[in-house]
DNA sequence: GTATAGAGAGTAAACGTTTACTCTCTATAT
DNA sequence: ATATAGAGAGTAAACGTTTACTCTCTATAC
């Protein structure tokens, strides 16, 4: 009767086995210790009693959990799917498995997520697009493991990171729409506090226009919170409160679409009345149509980077260097180049 | 020196508040037998010391994880992210957490994933929209931890699951597009061999279109893998193999979306030459233009309720009645009524 | 023929909790 | 004054592994 629920442990191979636990466990390692006659023979029976090792048990004594915590902002954007696709992909590679966390962009439920990891054992954490509070730091140095940022610092550079260069290529989305002859541009930036990413892609705009000799004009600017919803408000105030302008830039494809979709129900279509260029190429941007140009960043490969770097401090790296991966502008239907007057 | 990198654990704090670990552990479970007095300074010198407990060793000896393990056929897609996001909620809201498992359709992937569950004692498994293979249903069974199935089935409905009446939501969006006057309709139906979910909307299609005295032709349907470059293959096919039609129904999103790229790019406009109507609901489907008409799937609900149905399992609950979440045709822009001749 | 090395394998402690049992008081009932 | 109940707390085993040590052979070197 006890048979039918019991799963069996190292003992039960080994009493089986007519060995020790010790002996099971240096065969199953392929340590060595053993004859040639006594690994069939463990083999054949763990084979038999269909055992499974305990990754419990063996935390424990390893203090090893090949778990990875990993906390977003919001999980079911498009933006953190796509890293954490990566993510999961280089994990798994590596025997390793991965929490996810959805902060909701707070910082007590992050706090909280923080503890849980800590609780369970994780060997890493990877943070991704969030702003990190000092807190967070606070915590994760208790917690004693290796850190790594995707999209995001931490104050004074003291976490590595992967990311892009965000002022260099909201420079390059902006200087893109000069080029096509727009001189009236508004942009839709991320959350007015954020110095991390906010910042960097609206310095990134103001730099492109001023380098063009074109004046930069606060009333040209709305902040958004780098999601949909914000990308319409953000877009409605524009539109009814702004100066008049040709192009738009966005600092997330998510508030570009957004903005999108309050300009189409305004009538105004694009690109013919408007260009705008998104910051982050989702897949949907490529889905929707117009399909959006955009600055592209190699999401995918980002949450490997962070993943692999993680992964190195783990195995007793002492460091890693950050990583600026490579944007690129990806054209495609939403910038109409203006006519010269 | 050694205090520098010790972490404290119950036994530091037992021996600091000069009480024996068991007397700790009770207070922090808030049990009885203890004093007032001891409980103030056990709470002190755990605060104090910064302890926090080791649900590892805890796992160890009460044999629970608070851990769920959740397998999707692809973490990047819009539909496993939402039905992800409604999980994440409901399992924080319940003390658990979440590893996330990207089987990318593969059996063997799949069979790798199931063990390193098993091995991380995972207290319970989730599948969603994923073919439930023998081999599956063997390895779980070893397992011995509840399961829940999200949008799929397993033969002979052996185990719990959520889902949509997938049949009657295709009966109703085809009948849909032949109540606005359409008669020529073509399907993308999902990957061929799926009985689960392929099937039954395939079903309801043909059902409605026979119920309204169309016949059937196997010649207007393509088989995709309910994915967007599926959707696309599958139109192109269609388009240039099957008899013309007015009006397309998708067995997914994805597919719509997809179908939608390639009709563009052939200069169709939708709605005026080609009526669409897909199938999810994802968040993306009313972020592009026009929006997609297609049937609601409430996914992020799907998500918690399989979640809550998991832990009630966990709990010790003997069964749980599977649930048929209502879906909803939403209409939006992308069905054009048909004059009538 | 003895010393010695190394292969093969077992013993037991340790990892950090929880929990069943036990023990010692003090307070109350008789 | 004694029996007894219950509060407060400690002891130790258990959870399933890993691993440092130890032990016993057999084979080889001399």
């Known amino acids: ?139 994760l140095a208790a917690m004693r493991v290796p850190v790594v940022l995707v999209n995001t610092l931490a104050s004074k550079d003291s976490i590595p990171y992967v990311k892009v260069d965000d002022q260099q290529a909201a420079y390059q989305a902006t200087t893109y729409l000069i080029q096509n002859g727009h001189r009236e541009i508004a942009m839709i930036a991320g959350t007015l506090g954020d110095r991390l990413t906010g910042l960097p892609r609206l310095k990134g705009y ?30 409605e105030k524009l539109l009814s409160e702004a100066p008049p302008f ?11 679409i957004g903005a999108m979709g309050v300009a189409f129900e305004g009538g105004i279509k694009i690109p013919r009345d408007l260009s705008i260029i998104g910051y982050d190429d989702l897949i949907v941007s490529r889905m929707i149509y117009p399909p959006l140009t955009t600055i592209h960043q190699p999401l995918a490969l980002m949450g490997r980077s962070a993943l692999e770097m993680l992964i190195a401090l783990i195995g007793g790296k ?13 054209e495609r239907g939403t910038v109409r180049p203006l006519a010269r007057d």
């Not at 999961?88 to 025997?95: I, P, S, V, Y």
């Not at 730099?207 to 999601?227: C, K, M, N, T, W």
């Not at 192009?247 to 997330?252: E, G, P, R």
């Not at 460091?319 to 502008?329: A, D, G, M, P």
């Open 1 to 139: 009767m006890d048979q039918d629920t019991h799963v069996p442990t190292i003992k039960d191979v080994a009493k089986k086995a007519n060995v020790s636990a010790a002996t099971v466990s240096r065969v199953l390692h392929n340590l060595s210790g053993f004859s040639d006659r006594t690994k069939r023979k463990v083999l054949q029976v763990a084979e038999e009693l269909g055992y499974r090792p305990n990754a419990i048990a063996r935390g424990l004594v390893n203090k090893r959990t090949q778990t990875i915590g990993v906390l977003f902002p919001n999980v079911s954007g498009g933006f953190s799917t796509d890293i954490l696709h990566g993510m999961e992909e280089a994990a798994h590679e590596n025997g390793f498995s991965i929490i996810v966390c959805n902060t909701a962009r707070d910082g007590e439920r992050t706090m909280k997520y923080l503890q849980v990891l800590r609780e369970k054992q994780v060997d890493g954490i990877i943070f991704a697009s969030q702003v990190i509070k000092d807190d967070y730091v606070t915590e």
């Open 246 to 256: 040709t192009a738009l830039f966005a600092a997330s494809d998510e508030m570009a």
């Open 318 to 330: 002492q460091e890693v260097s950050n990583r600026i991966v490579q944007h690129r502008l990806v």
């Open 206 to 235: 103001r730099q492109a226009l001023e380098d063009h000799g074109i004046p930069f004009s606060e009333s040209r600017v709305a902040y958004g919170d780098f999601q949909l919803e914000g990308g319409r408000s953000a877009m």
